[in-house]
């Protein structure tokens, strides 16, 4: 049968107990931890590297810069190739594909072969896996609690940076990073098995309705459309041609590329480091690291609940201000003892890491309909992974030709202030959303 057949076909049966969505969910969410955890630990790897090799910071950024915008990038097209291929197939190809980047670094001596595994390999892999990822399988798989699923997949990426991060650091310290790069690659390997059960690419592949529709509704069809006619490429950058005339896209744009300059690029990659500039032990910043995780899965969650019960926009708009605000704090937090004022920031920070993700998936949907949404998110996430290598880039330059971190910690607050700021331009819409959702209409 074919994946357009299978969408056709009527379910045969509303299963009660667990809804397969939830398992489907559970498996997502695994392979968003392994997308991650790999890149939320290139900032412990640093040092390792650089003393083993004699690379400069300079290098071992630049790769990470590499990652970020090639995991940026791929993650539209990944939305037309999930469409095309099924997302068991995409997902099996992308897990593979990280697991030989993570356990290939092991074989490595120039840095160029830093950048095209860490880059190339891991890069398209993750940008596979990421957050686009999420999408499709919430707009799938779910009627309802549609924005709550979404707060738990961008919490993914906080999750393993809580599993990993101390461990990794742990074993670089006393193993070697051969050893932490290894465990990544057989963590990715562990879940491909999990792709053929509980995992389905639809709920009408799976004989069920979505989780909340009503049990004689008809099947919905599948998020990125009608199955691509066009190439995977040219599906993608013809939604980007018809996005680009829209105001609200381009302000979406810019706001996520400054979550990502101020999180994966400034956050994730440099915080290890500039902690230690400070005097700060590698693993008490890395702990510090990895509890920014904790409280980014309660923020995350918690901000898809409020995703689906008020204006996202405006949640939008609080999230960038009191970031901004955070950062401009800590340069001065930082030093050789944890003091409570950095335990403060560390909370803080959490609870607002990735919280934009929810608001900013529904503004999508919002904006451009349930049938383009999971591919205009795509070109959305792309500028996140664009402003978060851009990020980690000159962080690392500033660092060498200041000698200090402020001026990255400076620059990403400004820049927070702004995305807040033009959140008020973003034009009103007519919201795609169904009343299941609970989630009222934009401004």
Known sequence: MTETSQRSAAPAVVRRGIHRAWLVAAVTLLALVAAAAFRSTTGALF?????????????TSGAVTANLVIYGLVAPFAAVLMERFTLRKVVAAALLLVAAGSGLTTLMTAAWQLWVLWGAFIGVGTGMLALVFGAVVANRWFAARRGLVMGFFSAANACGQLVFLPVVVHLASHEGWRTAAVLVAVFALAIVPLLAWPFANSPAEAGTLPYGAAADSAPQREEAGAVARRSAAAEAIAILRESLRSRAFWILLFTFWVCGWSTNGLMQTHFIPAAHDHGMAATTASGLLALIGVFDVIGTVASGWLTDRMRPWLLLVAY?????????????????????PLWIFIVFYGLDWVATVPPTVALCREHFGAAKSSVVFGWVFASHMVGAGVGAFLAGWGREMSGSYLPAWMSAAVLCFAAAASLFFLPSSKSHLSPVEGSPVSR
Do not use: H, K, M, Q
Request: hydrophobic share 45%; aromatic share 8%; net charge negative.
């Open 47 to 59: 040092e390792p590297l650089e003393a083993e090799f004699g690379w400069t910071r300079a290098e």
């Open 320 to 340: 960038y201000a009191l970031r901004g605000a955070s950062l401009l704090t800590v340069n001065a937090l930082l030093g050789p003892d944890v003091e409570p």
